[in-house]
């Protein structure tokens, strides 16, 4: 099934359909040069024979298995990584991913830096968004942390988290959830026919 449906669904990126995906950020978020949101869900499965620790995790999951997603504005999967071992963090699952691999190699067809506005002459990079859970590169941006900020960096916060686009991979895990159960049911486990 994914064979048939991934290039039709998942299409691999172009500079158009990036340029496309920063202007809902930039018109729903008014966070303009955004190419994505990026998170991570821990769904919870039956153990499966050989899987050890490698899948008990900080939140106190039995054997999750992480589900990374990239989404745009409107909560669409622009990509998505399954079967992560459920010990490890956000980010350093997304740092294994391909995707990753090719947005730091220069391999995504992601647009060369632009203005964010008019009049301006600073030209800024494309980049994905993401929680806390994710580490500050280049191409990743995150809020800032601590209570005691600027009131720039509350601001930049604010875009972030009070208004809530920016982070519509989690709004995504949200919808999915509500729609297939995904959360704190557990998946079934079909090499055992068990739930």
């Given at each position: ?50 899987s ?31 079967g ?60 800032y ?18 208004h ?30 068990q739930?």
């Open positions: 099934m994914w064979d048939q449906l991934v290039e039709e669904q998942l299409p691999f990126p172009t500079e158009e359909s990036w340029r496309a995906i920063s202007e809902g950020f930039k018109n729903t978020a008014h966070f303009p040069n955004c190419i994505g949101s990026v998170d991570g869900k821990h769904v919870r499965v039956l153990k499966y024979p050989g050890g620790s490698m899948n008990l995790n900080y939140k106190h999951f039995l054997f999750p298995v992480v589900l990374m997603a990239v989404v745009d504005s409107n909560c669409r999967f622009v990509y998505i990584d399954v992560a071992y459920g010990k490890d963090c956000d980010s350093s699952v997304f740092q294994r991913t391909n995707f990753y691999r090719m947005l730091t190699d220069g391999r995504l067809n992601v647009p060369q830096p632009a203005l964010i506005r008019e009049g301006s002459e600073v030209k800024l990079p494309f980049v994905l968004v993401g929680d806390q859970g994710f580490s500050l590169t280049d191409k990743v941006l995150r809020p942390k601590g209570h005691f900020l600027s009131d720039t960096k509350k601001i930049f916060n604010y875009r972030f988290v009070g809530g686009d920016l982070l519509s991979a989690h709004s995504a895990f949200s919808v999915t959830n509500g729609e297939y159960f995904i959360g704190p049911s557990m998946l079934l486990n079909h090499s055992q026919n739930l």
